[in-house]
């Protein structure tokens, strides 16, 4: 009933900028909580950054003052403005929402995860 749609990723040199968007489309009620995930070759998956429904953010310490997550309500989409990178920071970044969807009598919560994204990080 949910999908997320990623953009933005690529390979951009070390101190460069790069901004990845994801967007969820479908049957919902809402989209709670969005974040983003990094996976680094031959590395568990792990949270890179947050956000909820009221705009509270969290970070993973590696990424704390070179990334912000935002995200537009209105249009259920989360961003991730990756600005200092860092080879270490090369990585598939995989989008993942936390979606309301109607049940019967009640409504319950369904995790979505996109597709990926990769950023490349080198000179």
């Known amino acids: 009933q949910v999908q997320l749609e990623e953009s933005g990723g690529g390979a951009v040199q070390p101190g460069g900028s790069l901004r990845l968007s994801c967007t969820a489309s479908?049957?919902?009620?809402?989209?709670?909580?969005m974040a983003w995930y990094g996976q680094a070759p031959g590395k568990q998956r792990e949270l890179v950054a947050g956000?909820?429904?009221?705009?509270?953010?969290n970070y993973a310490d590696s990424v704390k003052g070179r990334f912000i997550i935002t995200r537009d309500n209105a249009k259920n989409t989360v961003y991730l403005q990756m600005n200092s990178l860092k080879p270490e920071d090369t990585a598939v970044y995989y989008c993942k929402a936390e979606s309301v969807v109607a049940g019967t009598g009640a409504y319950r919560y369904l995790d979505v995860w996109g597709q990926g994204t990769l950023v490349a990080v080198s000179s």
């Open positions: 956000i909820g429904y009221d705009y509270s953010t």
């Open positions: 479908g049957s919902f009620f809402t989209i709670k909580s």
